[in-house]
């Protein structure tokens, strides 16, 4: 069992940085891969980026390549999203999840999943 506790969330204008965090129990964390999602009201959840447990390889979604870094501290249990640039459209609750598996960009992959937090983005 994994439980993830997202933090980092809040309201920012557009242009504007955040950078979330997504804390882990457990001591398999550097065992998994991660990802984060996305979700606005109304709207499915979507993949936004995920990282190989050791950290050696990303992918983005193409709405967040080259705005978003996604990255990872396993001594700290932890992974991060770096969020630039932000734009209106970003706005949604974003997820952390964990799975065994690499690439995977479906929410059904993802075995285990956080609480989520609010970015909201102004215009």
């Known amino acids: 069992q994994v439980q993830l506790v997202e933090s980092g969330g809040g309201l920012v204008q557009a242009g504007g940085s955040l950078r979330l965090s997504c804390a882990a129990s457990?001591?398999?964390?550097?065992?998994?891969?991660m990802g984060w999602f996305r979700q606005a009201p109304g709207k499915e959840r979507e993949f936004v980026a995920t990282?190989?447990?050791?950290?050696?390889?990303?992918y983005y979604a193409d709405s967040v390549k080259g705005r978003f870094t996604i990255s990872r501290d396993n001594a700290k249990n932890t992974v991060y999203l770096q969020m630039n640039s932000l734009k209106p459209e970003d706005t949604a609750a974003y997820y952390c999840a964990s799975t065994m598996g690499w690439v995977l960009v479906r929410p059904e992959e993802y075995a285990y999943w956080g609480q989520g937090t609010q970015v909201t983005v102004s215009s």
């Open positions: 457990g001591r398999t964390f550097s065992k998994y891969a």
């Open positions: 990282i190989r447990s050791s950290g050696g390889s990303t």
